[in-house]
């Protein structure tokens, strides 16, 4: 039976309406061979690239590490792309995805640190929200609930690597105000989870 046809809104992830795919369910096979998944292989490939370029560098501005983390930036949009074009949902993909996320956020993090490119203070705040984050998946897992990711959260990874980017570029003062952005809209996220978790507690301890 043929997919029905895919809106550009619905491509770009711009309509999320509807359930999940059944194919990224706690209990579905994880199929690791898909196309999304290897463009998250490609990107997750690319971090220790990263890392060596500019720990190889004298001011943590290296051109080549960029370009790097320019691409598995833009690869957090691009699989998701790929998913939505070819149907190629997957177990493997809903958990590869935010992994390579924080990985990617907490490498260039450590760069910015190491040669204080960004404010160490809002390094800090950034690394807090990941620890958080963690810990809630986490409490949320062995309750066996499960952590949908909201819009705010959804978006809050796309200026919080922007900014990043930014400042491994040299350009510190403009990143600082995208991942400010970022932490604003991650702790709006944090928040919803927190709210929508208490909730659905609630919920199955009156049931």
Do not use: K
Not at 84 to 93: A, D, F, I, K
């Amino acid at each position: 039976m043929p997919r029905p046809r895919l809106s550009a809104v619905r491509l770009l992830g711009l309509d999320r309406s509807g359930p999940p795919p059944r194919e990224t369910d706690a209990d579905a096979p994880l199929r690791p061979w898909t196309i999304p998944n290897a463009i998250g292989y490609a990107r997750a490939a690319l971090i220790p690239v990263i890392l060596v370029l500019e720990y190889s560098s004298a001011h943590g501005t290296d051109a080549g590490a960029g370009v790097c983390f320019f691409f598995a930036g833009a690869g957090d949009y691009a699989d998701g792309i790929a998913a939505r074009l070819t149907g190629q949902y997957s177990r493997m993909g809903a958990l590869l995805d935010p992994i390579v996320d924080r990985l990617l956020v907490l490498a260039g993090g450590a760069v910015c640190w190491s040669y204080e490119l960004l404010p160490r203070w809002l390094l800090a705040l950034v690394l807090a929200r990941e620890v958080v984050m963690l810990a809630l998946g986490q409490a949320w897992l062995r309750r066996g609930m499960m952590l949908r990711i909201n819009w705010p959260g959804r978006i809050a990874v796309g200026p919080t690597l922007f900014g990043i980017w930014l400042a491994l570029l040299g350009a510190g003062d403009a990143g600082e105000w995208f991942v400010i952005a970022g932490i604003a809209l991650g702790l709006a996220a944090t928040v919803a989870y927190v709210r929508d978790g208490v909730r659905e507690m609630r919920v199955s301890s009156s049931a």
